[in-house]
Nanobody, 124 residues
Framework: QVQLVESGGGLVQAGGSLRLSCTAS????????MSWFRQAPGKEREFVAG????????NYADSVKGRFTISNDNAKNTVYLQMNSLKPEDSAVYYCAARDGVLRTSNRQDYPYWGQGTQVTVSS
């Protein structure tokens, strides 16, 4: 069983930056994908970014391309989401998720492991 713990959320002004972290309780297998999703009040949970642990390959939602960067640190068993040029519409609870394998997918049903979420609020 993989447990994921997120941190790094908070309140920031529009145009500012935040870095989210997600640490796995067990050593991350090379055959694992880790992704970030977000959910705003009254909206569906949506894919933000994903990374294949072994290759470092990444993909992003169109809404965050060029502003957000996902990365991983194998030694720390941690995945990061660097968020720059934040907008009020980025406000949401951000969740870390993991799935076995190497295929990055934006479908939340494909991820069996989830963190508890961390709140990001961007003020205008």
């Amino acid at each position: 069983q993989v447990q994921l713990v997120e941190s790094g959320g908070g309140l920031v002004q529009a145009g500012g930056s935040l870095r989210l972290s997600c640490t796995a309780s067990v050593r991350t297998s090379s055959r694992r994908v880790m992704s970030w999703f977000r959910q705003a009040p009254g909206k569906e949970r949506e894919f933000v970014a994903g990374i294949t642990w072994s290759s470092g390959g990444t993909n992003y939602a169109d809404s965050v391309k060029g502003r957000f960067t996902i990365s991983n640190d194998n030694a720390k068993n941690t995945v990061y989401l660097q968020m720059n040029s934040l907008k009020p519409e980025d406000s949401a609870v951000y969740y870390c998720a993991a799935r076995d394998g190497v295929l990055r997918t934006s479908n939340r049903q494909d991820y069996p492991y989830w963190g508890q979420g961390t709140q990001v609020t961007v003020s205008s």
